[in-house]
């Protein structure tokens, strides 16, 4: 054991002492989770909108006031045409045109039509959507009506923050690129620099030295995890709903994961270069389009939605959900931690098999 605890030290020595893997390991987190809080979002805000009133009854402005006033939209101006509208579109001065009909608020049946530019499909979409729930609340809220009036509640995000599935996302990321991709690129510089065999012929076993290799990425790891709940919950106002030592539990057994996976990828690259090629193209692509973390699994393809069960970032993504914004407990996601632990241990297995003692 002693001997086991000085090649641990051993390796914190060599993290310490290279500023660059020091920079990526501390500062990622940081810069990664202030680039999806307030520079690489989906929330729409102040968005510069037109409202094109025939009616100019009391309804009608009232709606143009709340919409003026919403943290979703910015009232450019007021138009008195469509062909002015059409305008606006072309020059680029507008996402959005809002036009009332006549004789808004005395007609039930009156319909209110939405002009977005859907140039970029997404943004057209949300702000459709945001204007129609606006709308329907304001005349729900100024007409009397018979009939039954939907009242619509957003559970667990009630003000629609992107970094609520932005910070899940970017845990999963954090891990996966620092325990896999450093401890992969970690074991391959000793075998390029020669200093594996002299590792090998140590009296220390093989397996301890892989451990003693990854248990400082997997406690840096954790550190990461602290990193970006404080971020989150103090920068960005990410709640954390449920229990902190199952989120973190659930971290480090994704961790697990991550650095089995850097285990298998030294095993197959002989160089770093081919070992940060492998990382970047087996795993930082697929948690960033096929874990859930920026485009919804549902709306993919039949084919894309099977490789995503193999992507051990969906899984982990989907229990932090559970835990940190739905505040569920152990029960809700014994699936997810499943099929995480049967991904340790099948990775375990196949890279101890394919680990060459002999170089």
């Known amino acids: ?86 305008s606006l579109f072309k020059q680029g001065k507008v996402k959005m045109v809002i036009v009332f009909p006549p004789q808004y608020a005395s007609s039930p049946d009156a319909e209110v039509q939405l002009l977005a530019d859907a140039t970029d499909p997404n943004e057209a979409t949300q702000l459709t959507s945001y204007a129609t729930v606006v709308i329907q609340q ?27 599935n932005f910070v899940p996302g970017v845990m999963g990321l954090i891990l996966i690129l620092i325990c896999a991709l450093m401890t992969s690129v970690g074991i391959v510089k000793e075998k390029e620099m020669g200093t594996m065999e002299i590792l090998l012929v140590s009296p220390m076993k093989p397996v301890y030295i892989i451990l003693a290799k990854a248990i400082p990425y997997l406690l840096l790891s954790i550190v990461n995890v602290a990193t970006i709940l404080f971020l989150s919950y103090f920068l960005l106002g990410v709640p954390i709903a449920g229990s902190l030592t199952l989120l973190v539990a659930v971290s480090i057994l994704y961790a697990l994961v991550s650095l089995c996976l850097g285990l298998l990828i030294s095993t197959i690259a002989d160089t770093q270069q081919a070992a940060m090629l492998i990382s970047a193209m087996v ?36 229990a932090v959900k559970d835990i940190m914004i739905k505040g569920l407990g152990a029960g809700a996601i014994l699936k997810e931690v499943g099929i995480l632990l049967f991904m340790v241990v099948f990775l375990v297995i196949l890279s101890v098999k394919r680990f060459k003692i002999r170089l």
């Open 138 to 164: 304001e005349r729900a809220q100024l007409i009397v009506d018979s009939g039954i009036s939907p009242v619509t509640h957003l559970l667990y995000n009630p003000t629609m923050k992107g970094a609520y």
């Open 283 to 318: 795993l930082m692509l697929p948690v960033i389009l096929l874990s859930g973390m920026m485009f919804p699994i549902e709306n993919m393809p039949d084919i894309l939605q099977w490789i995503s069960n193999i992507v051990p970032a969906k899984w982990y993504i989907i």
């Open 1 to 86: 054991m002693k001997q086991f605890l000085s090649f641990i030290q051993k390796e914190f020595y060599h993290i310490f002492r290279d500023k660059r893997t020091m920079l990526i390991i501390l500062v990622m987190p940081i810069v990664q989770i202030l680039l999806f809080g307030y520079a690489i979002t989906t929330e729409i805000k102040s968005v510069p909108i037109a409202i094109f009133d025939q009616s100019r009854d009391e309804v009608t402005t009232k709606i143009g006031a709340h919409l003026a006033a919403s943290e979703y939209f910015e009232l450019y101006k007021m138009i008195d045409s469509q062909s002015e509208a059409e």
